[in-house]
């Protein structure tokens, strides 16, 4: 099991430790490099894999445990924000929107094979609207709806899935040229995030503590619900118990520097919960790996 587990986290950890060095040393600007990924590479990625995505009525439990493990956490949350008297709108949405692309993709994609891409991207695919509609909603005044459609993620996965449920044939160069173009998301997603790392500060860590436990928390309760109610393969159980218990995404920073919601503590809570997945992250994938 050990082996096994180094095994799947090497590749995913030895790339984000590139990206700290090329952070660290190269201090090169990201912010483009991640909007061509989020406009271009991650679009093809999402297209390429659900287009040829099976899709039947086995998909909707799989669905549904991805409504829950953002929902629930949010719940959850009301009455704990209450009682420590912290505000919903900056520490729900880091519990509810977890890191579903920069370590969700590649660690599925290394844990349990290419089977597992296409379920790895719906669900990134679902918590990437959930976070532009629901999570937009508690972060600000209002939503707007054309803000969501206009988004090239948004636009590929309702052309691949549209073209897969009417059962029309992708051009096969046409499919290879945006499966390649897919391939160089995840490399970016990796870097990019250990290149974050560099923005740590000590002063966070307190609330990178904080926000890692209630993640945990909330993530398990989340986990047990869709263990209970929720009838799922093998596969997808053990997606899902990893899906709940990621870090933060680092979307969550950037919309708390947009509508002006404490982003230095929120920044905390991304870059800390996600470091201290170096701990976490080897349990968790245990614990996945030894579901019947």
């Known amino acids: 099991m050990f082996n096994q587990v180094v095994s799947i986290l090497f590749p995913i950890l030895g790339l984000a430790f590139a990206g700290l060095c090329v952070g660290r040393w190269i201090k090169p600007d990201f912010r483009p490099i991640n909007r061509v990924n989020m406009d271009v590479f991650v679009p093809a990625l999402t297209f390429s894999s659900l287009v040829v995505m099976p899709l039947d009525i086995s998909q909707i439990p799989l669905l549904s445990a991805s409504l829950f493990a953002v929902i629930i956490p949010g719940v959850l949350m009301i009455p704990v924000c209450y009682f420590l008297k912290i505000r919903y709108k900056v520490w729900a949405p880091p519990l509810m929107f977890r890191n579903s692309g920069n370590l969700a993709i590649p660690l599925f994609t290394y844990a349990f094979g290419q089977t597992a891409v296409a379920p790895a991207v719906m669900l990134f ?87 890692t436990g209630l993640s945990l928390v909330t993530g398990g309760i989340s986990f047990g619900l869709i ?23 680092v979307l969550n920073y950037m919309l708390a520097e947009r ?34």
């Open 227 to 249: 263990y209970l109610f929720i009838p799922l393969s093998t596969l997808h159980l053990q997606m899902m118990l990893l899906f709940t218990l990621f870090p933060p995404a």
């Open 259 to 292: 509508f002006d919601l404490e982003p230095e503590r929120v920044a905390s809570m991304v870059l800390f919960s996600n470091f201290f997945c170096v701990v976490t992250l080897p349990i968790m994938l245990a614990i996945a790996l030894s579901f019947d």
């Open 125 to 211: 695919v679902v918590s990437s609207c959930l976070h532009f509609s629901l999570g937009l909603a508690i972060v600000s005044k209002g939503i707007s709806l054309l803000q969501l459609i206009r988004m090239p993620i948004f636009v590929s996965a309702v052309l691949a899935l549209t073209l897969n449920l009417i059962g029309v044939g992708i051009w096969e160069p046409l499919l290879n040229a945006t499966t390649l173009l897919g391939q160089a998301a995840i490399p970016i997603m990796l870097v990019s995030l250990g290149a974050q790392m560099c923005n740590m500060r000590l002063s966070g860590l307190k609330t990178g503590l904080m926000c």
